[in-house]
């Protein structure tokens, strides 16, 4: 039997990987799938910004459906829902737009009501309150910023009128002249003040005398202020009293500060105060990593491809951040642990020939990566600086986004290394990536892949692919693990 051929093992590698990628999907899949019994309700909201298809509809907090469209009705956005048919709900069932925190993703909370009717399909539900904008607290702002400004005018026109600083000096000189009325009444009195102070002395005396007198009546008193005190503890013990039963949730003191429904309210008034702060920060961070293992060919020609496959059983890590402005427009930041490291091309000095020639130089380092990305319905671009080098690329989404299929075209000076011959071919890069749960990803792809062409025509083979994953953490958990650390720690 003819032994297999290293192009046949990787293909069989990335099939059985892909596989293994989609079975894990499948698998872990908790979303609502098209083949469940549901029924579709519709609700209009003042904006839908934040919502996407998708996105979670929860009632008591468990998700019974999800967002399948977003669109408009007049001037509101009308949002469609896809609900379980297990969970019927009321006609009289309300909904609301919340956020997981300060700057987390949104999703759809339900009320339900309490008539014995129920939702039909192509229902329209009201939507339940409307929380406070940052336009509200920018007029509020403004008016106060008038009021100072007017206070402060009153102040300067009060300060520069010369009648009243013609009054302010007149006052100080008063003062003046008060003082120096004092100082010369003490001077010529300091005989009397010696008189005055000698009969206090005296009168000290007398009291002293007096206090041995009345020491019985002091006795007295103390009695009854031992009366007072033993009164004073016994409404201490009431107080103390009182205070349990309102702990317990006794009375209606007691059932205000012990009921869950008030508590709520209260969260609910901080949630939308967090949604204000996220709007004036504006910027939502999301932080990411992805480690790749290459698999791949040696190329038989050892004059085209001096450097053979360096990719071959090999890997690499980045580490990046998103900068979303809002679901379609953000910015990324990657560095880049690539096994290639940094390549050049400088013109290096040969002693024994007296010549210089061009030579490829390979070094130990980072690469750094900046591009913008925006997203039109399924498809998303970005442009920028790929890897050291610019590049464009295109990533599709599928299944509610848990689903990736993307291309990168970068570094169209270095990116034919190591094939010499072939200076000038950009890298080339596709990849499928697949989201099993919320946070995590594993993905298959391709590197190299313009070169590989270019090599296959010129009668060597060359192929570099891999298998990788990661994971994704949106501004809820990263916050949530800084929250979670001791006080100390972030000192």
């Known amino acids: 039997m003819q032994s297999w051929t290293n192009e046949l093992k990787v293909g069989v590698f990335v099939v059985v990987a892909l596989a293994i990628a989609g079975f894990?999907?499948?698998?872990?899949?908790?979303?609502?799938?098209?083949?469940?019994a549901l029924y579709r309700i519709h609700m209009t909201v003042e904006s839908a910004s934040g919502l996407y298809e998708g996105t979670a509809v929860q009632l008591a907090g468990v998700e019974i459906g999800s967002v399948e469209g977003i669109g408009l009705a007049g001037d509101r956005a009308r949002v469609t829902l896809r609900i379980r048919e297990a969970y019927q709900l009321p006609v009289d069932t309300t909904g609301e737009l919340k956020a997981t925190g300060l700057l987390g993703d949104y999703y759809v909370r339900l009320y339900p009501g309490v008539e014995d009717a129920f939702l039909q399909d192509?229902?329209?539900?009201?939507?339940?309150?409307?929380?406070?904008?940052?336009d509200t607290v920018t007029r509020n702002?403004?008016?106060?910023?008038e009021d100072i400004a007017a206070i402060t005018k009153l102040l300067r026109e009060m300060v520069e009128n010369r009648d009243n600083r013609d009054h302010v000096e007149s006052t100080l000189a008063n003062v003046d002249a008060l003082t120096a009325e004092l100082r010369y009444l003490a001077e010529r009195n300091s005989a009397d003040l010696d008189a005055i102070i000698d009969s206090v002395r005296r009168l000290s005396e007398s009291l002293e005398g007096y206090t041995d007198d009345i020491a019985a009546d002091?006795?007295?008193?103390?009695?009854?202020?031992?009366?007072?005190?033993?009164e004073l503890t016994t409404s201490a013990e009431n107080v103390s009293s009182i205070t349990g039963k309102v702990d317990r949730g006794e009375g209606t003191l007691g059932a205000l500060v012990n009921d869950r429904t008030t508590?709520?309210?209260?969260?609910?008034t901080v949630d939308q105060v967090g949604n204000a702060l996220g709007s004036l920060f504006g910027l939502q961070p999301e932080l990411y990593f992805i480690t790749r293992f290459y698999g791949g060919t040696e190329p038989s020609d050892t004059t085209l491809f001096p450097f053979g496959n360096e990719l071959a059983w090999s890997n690499s890590n980045t580490?990046?951040?998103?900068?979303?402005?809002?679901n379609d427009f953000w910015w990324t930041f990657e560095l880049v642990d690539h096994p290639q490291g940094t390549v050049t091309q400088r013109e290096v000095y040969r002693e024994a020939t007296d010549t210089y020639e061009m030579r490829w130089i390979r070094e130990r380092g980072f690469k750094f990566s900046f591009f913008v990305n925006k997203r039109w319905g399924p498809a998303a671009f970005r442009l920028g600086l790929k890897e050291d080098g610019g590049g464009v690329g295109v990533t599709f989404f599928a299944?509610?986004?848990?689903?990736?299929i993307a291309a990168d075209l970068f570094s169209f000076r270095f990116g034919s290394y190591p094939a010499v011959a072939f200076s000038g071919v950009p890298n080339t890069r596709a990849y499928i990536r697949v989201h099993p749960a919320r946070g995590f990803f594993v993905e298959v792809g391709a590197e190299q892949i313009a070169l590989g062409i270019a090599a296959a025509a010129q009668g060597t083979g060359f192929f570099s692919g891999y298998i990788g994953g990661g994971f994704i953490f949106g501004d809820d958990r990263i916050r949530g693990v800084f929250t979670s650390l001791p006080s100390g720690a972030l000192r």
């Open 24 to 36: 894990a999907f499948v698998w872990s899949f908790d979303g609502v799938r098209d083949d469940e």
């Open 122 to 134: 192509g229902a329209v539900i009201p939507e339940r309150s409307v929380p406070g904008d940052i």
């Open 141 to 145: 702002l403004e008016t106060i910023s």
């Open 218 to 230: 002091v006795d007295e008193e103390m009695d009854k202020l031992k009366v007072l005190t033993d």
């Open 263 to 268: 508590i709520d309210e209260i969260n609910e």
């Open 319 to 326: 580490v990046g951040v998103n900068l979303r402005a809002n």
């Open 399 to 404: 299944w509610r986004d848990r689903v990736e």
